[in-house]
């Protein structure tokens, strides 16, 4: 069954600094799509950006890049120059085609001023 | 505006008294889902529809049922609620078509107590 693992509960960087957030997965499959999404404190569920599996180049949006690494399974979140509006419960998700949808418990990050 | 709404957006019931959130997506999407979030366990699907008529469970979905008689709307629907069905919850939707068929477009989510 796949799974996914975020190893850090809590995280928190100064502001305009830089803070990576973990995420580690656990699948047989060869397709399939990556996701960070951000939950601020009005919950909605916003996406950060996506990974496609099949595809080497890491994605970027701005100041969020992710590292894949698909032999580790490993697809961690790096956020440069933190904003405070940055601050929230981020999520990592698995998803598999039309499949279901698998999140990792989340990571709250907090940025200091 | 493209968007995913849900009602209500909160409600306090009663154990075991029947009730129903409604989603609704105006984007013509064909696949939509339901997730509870829960503390430390992040979101988990309970059920999800690739089309009219067609439903499949996720992994929580002992308690819930669901329907998808139009495309648009994909109501979660809990026949005798129980306490450890507080949660919040949310319904999603993404195109089956085009070049982002997997990026999932979230409700505002529905706090739900059951007391």
């Known amino acids: 069954a796949q799974t996914v693992t975020q190893s850090q509960p809590e995280m928190s960087v100064q502001e305009a600094e830089t803070v990576t957030l973990s995420c580690t997965y656990d699948?047989?499959?060869?397709?399939?799509?990556l996701f960070w999404y951000k939950q601020p404190p009005s919950r909605q569920m916003i996406l950060v950006i996506r990974q496609e599996a099949y595809k080497q180049q890491n994605a970027t949006e701005n100041r969020f890049s992710v590292n894949f690494q698909k032999a580790a399974k490993s697809f961690s979140l790096k956020i440069s120059d933190s904003q405070l509006g940055d601050a929230a419960m981020y999520f990592c998700?698995?998803?598999?085609?039309?499949?279901?949808?698998?999140f990792g418990p989340g990571t709250s990050l907090s940025v200091i001023p | 505006e493209a968007q995913v709404t849900q009602n209500p957006r909160y409600l306090i019931t009663v154990t075991g008294k029947k009730l129903t959130v409604t989603c609704s997506q105006n984007m013509n999407h064909e696949y939509m889902s339901w997730y509870r979030q829960d503390p430390g366990l992040g979101l988990r699907q309970i059920y999800y529809?690739?089309?009219?008529?067609?439903?499949d469970k996720g992994d929580v979905p002992e308690g819930y049922k669901v329907s998808r008689k139009e495309k648009r709307n994909f109501p979660l629907i809990l026949e005798s609620p129980s306490p450890n069905q507080t949660s919040l919850y949310f319904c999603a939707s993404n195109p089956g078509q085009g070049r982002f068929t997997d990026t999932q477009y979230f409700g505002p989510g529905t706090r739900l107590t059951v007391l």
């Open positions: 529809s690739m089309n009219v008529e067609v439903t």
């Open positions: 699948t047989s499959e060869s397709d399939y799509y």
């Open positions: 998700a698995y998803r598999r085609g039309y499949d279901k949808v698998i």
